[in-house]
């Protein structure tokens, strides 16, 4: 499986964006799905996951409440709607794919168990 980010961009605090990650081959249904992002100057971080059927998902806490992560595997797509952006949202966000992830936060921000990275696309929000 490739993943293919995309849906950055430069915004004002309070608005929304939604990424996609578009995965190709046969295998992303079975595979765990989050999005990272990391900021300048920073580590990256944690920011959501979701399990292979949708119903399972797990957020850091910066985003909880504001982002949402969804699946279509017809689409072989992942999603991150973000809702009230906040400038310290300004980063660059990576998807990843990992088999036999579940759990809680702390399972699904192990970015070892991640052995499928996309590229990144950059988030901007300015106050």
């Known amino acids: 499986v490739q993943l293919q980010a995309s849906g950055g961009g430069s915004v004002q605090a309070g608005v929304s964006l939604r990424l996609s990650c578009a995965g190709s081959g046969r295998s992303f249904s079975s595979n765990a799905m989050a999005w990272f992002r990391q900021a300048p100057g920073k580590e990256r971080e944690f920011v959501a996951g979701?399990?292979?059927?949708?119903?399972?998902?797990a957020y850091a806490v910066s985003v909880k409440g504001r982002f949402t992560i969804s699946r279509d595997n017809a689409k072989s797509t992942v999603y991150l709607q973000m809702n009230s952006l906040k400038p310290e949202d300004t980063a660059v966000y990576y998807c990843a794919g990992g088999p036999q992830i579940y759990g809680d936060t702390y399972v699904y921000a192990r970015p070892t168990l991640y052995n499928i990275w996309g590229q990144g696309t950059l988030v901007t929000v300015s106050s």
């Open positions: 979701i399990s292979t059927s949708g119903g399972n998902t």
